[in-house]
């Protein structure tokens, strides 16, 4: 045991708990210092002792020893009420806290709960308009194979319905258009076109009468010159066009290049 835990509970010479009664009752000398009775009378009539206090060596006689008439002695200790002061106030501080979370959590689940509302209908009218969109694309896809239809149908019966009235189909644009020819099949427009901004390139691009979106350009070899005439065979890989300088060529596509 080391002096603090015996400071105030036990006579510090006989490491004894002092008494009430008896020979080893409490008492103390004017220093303040306590002791069992006995046990500082036998010390004091030492030689050794000096007449001294034999905790700050004061000087005392037996005479000066006074009994204290109590049951026991308790002290409050100020650091430990300071401590439990601060902790106190912590735990009000915390306390508060905790409230204030509380009601943060009930305002973050409302509007969590509120935000969950406009998912959900953001949501079904997103599903709302992609159905939207689905209908238009069938609607526009229907049109297309409408025009298509009516292409083919026209195309097949073409030389019995020769009335004498034309009638416009469609139409469609075509830059740098010069000159045109159609195949056997009649489903097939061949164009020679010049593109100005392309530093003048010549080219025949193939455009299907039955979708007149889909278009295939087709190189011309890079020496030829403006086409003045153009006549397609029927299988569409050979071209006969006559071009600037006097010349006629024959121009064969194979694959994605093109041969003289
Ligand atoms: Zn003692
Ligand atoms: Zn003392």
């Given at each position: 045991?080391?002096?603090?835990?015996?400071?105030?509970?036990?006579?510090?010479?006989?490491?004894?708990?002092?008494?009430?009664?008896?020979?080893?009752?409490?008492?103390?000398?004017?220093?303040?210092?306590?002791?069992?009775?006995?046990?500082?009378?036998?010390?004091?009539?030492?030689?050794?002792?000096?007449?001294?206090?034999?905790?700050?060596?004061?000087?005392?006689?037996?005479?000066?020893?006074?009994?204290?008439?109590?049951?026991?002695?308790?002290?409050?200790?100020?650091?430990?009420?300071?401590?439990?002061?601060?902790?106190?106030?912590?735990?009000?501080?915390?306390?508060?806290?905790?409230?204030?979370?509380?009601?943060?959590?009930?305002?973050?689940?409302?509007?969590?709960?509120?935000?969950?509302?406009?998912?959900?209908?953001?949501?079904?009218?997103?599903?709302?308009?992609?159905?939207?969109?689905?209908?238009?694309?069938?609607?526009?896809?229907?049109?297309?194979?409408d025009y298509?239809?009516r292409m083919?149908k026209d195309i097949?019966?073409g030389?019995?319905s020769?009335s004498g009235i034309f009638k416009q189909q469609g139409e469609f644009r075509v830059?740098?258009?010069?000159?045109?020819?159609?195949?056997?099949?009649?489903?097939?427009i061949?164009?020679?076109?010049?593109?100005?901004?392309?530093?003048?390139?010549?080219?025949?691009?193939?455009?299907?009468l039955?979708?007149p979106?889909?278009?295939?350009?087709?190189?011309?070899?890079?020496?030829?010159?403006?086409?003045?005439?153009?006549?397609?065979?029927?299988?569409?890989?050979?071209?006969?066009?006559?071009?600037?300088?006097?010349?006629?060529?024959?121009?064969?596509?194979?694959?994605?290049?093109?041969?003289?």
């Amino acid at each position: 045991m080391n002096r603090g835990e015996i400071d105030g509970l036990f006579c510090p010479i006989c490491i004894e708990a002092w008494s009430t009664e008896g020979e080893h009752k409490m008492c103390c000398l004017p220093c303040g210092h306590i002791y069992g009775l006995s046990c500082i009378k036998k010390w004091l009539r030492q030689r050794r002792s000096n007449g001294k206090c034999p905790q700050c060596n004061r000087r005392s006689t037996l005479k000066d020893i006074r009994v204290l008439y109590a049951a026991r002695l308790c002290a409050v200790d100020d650091r430990l009420h300071k401590q439990v002061r601060a902790l106190k106030a912590k735990c009000d501080s915390l306390e508060k806290k905790n409230t204030d979370y509380c009601n943060k959590e009930v305002r973050f689940l409302e509007r969590e709960a509120d935000l969950c509302r406009k998912l959900q209908m953001l949501t079904e009218e997103k599903k709302s308009l992609e159905r939207l969109l689905e209908d238009r694309q069938r609607e526009s896809q229907g049109s297309s194979q409408d025009y298509q239809r009516r292409m083919i149908k026209d195309i097949g019966s073409g030389s019995q319905s020769c009335s004498g009235i034309f009638k416009q189909q469609g139409e469609f644009r075509v830059d740098g258009g010069r000159f045109f020819d159609i195949d056997a099949s009649g489903q097939l427009i061949i164009v020679a076109r010049r593109l100005n901004g392309m530093g003048g390139m010549n080219l025949l691009t193939k455009i299907s009468l039955v979708a007149p979106n889909e278009r295939e350009d087709i190189q011309l070899p890079e020496n030829t010159k403006a086409v003045r005439a153009l006549c397609v065979k029927p299988d569409t890989r050979l071209a006969l066009l006559a071009s600037l300088g006097k010349k006629l060529s024959v121009v064969r596509k194979q694959h994605h290049c093109s041969y003289l």
